[in-house]
């Protein structure tokens, strides 16, 4: 209701009798908004509400913006905006309740209802610290930068007492292995493994159940047994038993996932890990009443240490699906180990296996070792094997050596040549690329006569170079290219010629042009 109105119908009912209370609860005001509103003067209410109209608010640079996410997804939350203005704008700082007066009065300004979806849960009580992480998945379709869509699968960890969160996203459907290798990075990511374990009955985890009795797949019982495990599955049909996790997910899709626009999955991997940092643990949880990262700097201490403080998660018979980034790498475990040149290329994923020995062993589909790594302890770090660079058997040394090889008198080469690689440090390469091409296309007398000339006239450039033999040619009438590369006795350039060789340009000093171009000198 607009506020002089309020104004004007407290004091219309307190004249016609009615109590403060009374007055209050008719209008549906706080009695200290009522009491606020009486001791307003008229012509001092007027120039308040007046005044509203006109203030700027802090998130009014932003109107435009907001419109358009509430225009384009009206199921958007006020929470969403506010993730989504703190991730564009880092240095943005807002309350939460702010953003959510602005979106709401957005919404009325501009009729823009929310469109909302309901779900109930039972409570669960609190478990203490350590005890207990619920595990689910999760998948929704998103919009791809490039147009389309595409679907995107997600698995999510939540601890129970600190609601500490994390999660993993692949571009297709999990297998067991991939299943595996979420739970190694989410107990490195909760820095230990709680006492107890709770999932759905996902046949990725469960073969059957039969009255408790629980039949696991081969590869995660192998896992289980390893890691020593206390797994917990929830009856079909009982999602309340693990409304934690539950409500994580559906916190995924609507905060971080929805109305994100796909790039590349390590982006969205790294866009999830990002909002985790941001929101996802560092929002106040509306049930705790506490901020998720705060209250695990405390759990972390009761969770049981990862076995042999590196991830050994199954035995080195099974291997985990990984695909190839495009410069020829995979990440594992927060590193990225390097495979031999062409692989992203040639194969559409490959197959890690982690021996006793914590080494890497990368193989490609059918079984062909590709590379082997010791495993790195730290995060971030680029393991390479140097043969997986770029081919240097034909590195700047050995090039030159091989240039001057087409010289008969391979000391004088090697000497001239060591002279371009100190005048062209940085373009050596193209400058023995280019003597190499002419040699190739001259006989060594024509080559070697021209090395002398350059030498001698200090012409230390590929280019000089390459126009000394030219001269040459055109003096002996040989075509460019020639198949006798030892070469006869041939006749040397003509006497007529012969001065072109020892002639030198003028040089004037530049205060004679500077003088022409002012009009000094005719």
């Known amino acids: 209701m607009d506020k002089w109105k309020v104004y004007m119908e407290i004091n219309q009912l307190l004249k016609q009798g009615f109590s403060k209370s009374k007055t209050a609860e008719k209008l549906g005001v706080s009695r200290s908004t009522l009491y606020r509103y009486i001791k307003r003067q008229p012509k001092d209410m007027g120039e308040w509400t007046e005044s509203l109209l006109t203030r700027q608010k802090k998130l009014d ?15 958007m939350s006020a929470s969403q905006v506010s993730d989504w203005l703190v991730e564009k704008y880092p240095s943005l700082h807002v309350g939460e309740s702010t953003v959510r007066s602005y979106v709401q009065a957005l919404r009325k300004d501009y009729d823009i209802p929310k469109e909302t ?39 999510a960890f939540v601890l129970s007492h600190s609601r500490y969160k994390y999660m993993y996203w692949l571009d297709r459907h999990f297998t067991t292995k991939d299943v595996i290798y979420a739970h190694e990075l989410a ?47 929830c009856r079909k049909a009982d999602p309340e038993s693990k409304g934690k996790i539950e409500n994580v997910v559906g916190f995924i899709k609507k905060n971080f996932g929805k109305h ?18 941001r929101t996802g643990n560092a929002r106040l949880h509306n049930t705790i009443k506490k901020r998720p990262a705060e209250v695990f700097s405390l759990e972390k201490e009761h969770l049981r240490p990862i076995p042999n403080k590196e991830i050994v998660p199954y035995n080195v018979n099974t291997s985990i699906a990984r695909s190839i980034r495009k410069d020829n790498t995979i990440r594992y475990l927060s590193n990225r180990y390097s495979l031999p040149l062409g692989s992203f290329h040639k194969y559409d994923e490959v197959f890690l296996t982690l021996t006793d020995e914590q080494v890497l062993i990368i193989c490609c589909p059918d079984g062909e070792l590709l590379a082997k790594h010791k495993l790195s302890i730290e995060k971030g770090k680029l393991v390479q094997e140097r043969t997986h660079t770029r081919d240097r058997t034909k590195g700047i040394d050995a090039f030159l050596e091989s240039v001057s090889r087409c010289f008969k008198n391979e000391a004088l080469a090697e000497t001239y040549l060591s002279q371009l690689r100190e005048n ?8 023995l690329q280019i003597v190499s091409k002419v040699a190739k296309a001259t006989t060594r007398d024509i080559l070697d006569q021209a090395l002398e000339e350059c030498v001698k006239r200090k012409l230390f450039s590929a280019t000089d170079f390459s126009d000394v033999v030219d001269y040459i040619k055109r003096q002996r009438l040989i075509p460019d290219t020639t198949t006798n590369q030892e070469g006869g006795n041939l006749s040397s350039p003509s006497k007529e010629h012969h001065w072109v060789m020892t002639t030198s340009s003028q040089k004037r000093d530049m205060d004679q042009y500077y003088a022409i171009l002012e009009g000094e000198l005719s």
């Open 187 to 233: 107990f490195k990511w909760f820095e230990g493994v709680p006492d107890e374990l709770v999932y759905d009955q996902d046949n990725l985890i469960v073969v059957s159940e039969n009255g408790g009795d629980l039949i696991l797949t081969e590869e995660f019982q192998s896992y289980k047994e390893t890691m020593k495990l206390n797994l917990h599955v």
């Open 61 to 75: 640079p932003n109107k435009t913006l907001i419109l358009n996410w509430l225009r384009k997804h009206p199921d």
């Open 260 to 277: 994100r626009v796909f790039h590349t999955l390590d982006k969205w991997n790294e866009q999830s890990i990002n909002w985790l940092n």
């Open 424 to 431: 062209y440090p940085r373009y050596i390469r193209d400058q």
């Open 117 to 155: 979806t309901k779900r109930s849960y039972e409570a669960v009580p609190e478990g203490p610290m350590g005890h207990q992480v619920q595990i689910d998945f999760g998948q929704a379709s998103y919009e791809k930068a490039r147009g389309g869509h595409i679907k995107l699968y997600f698995i």
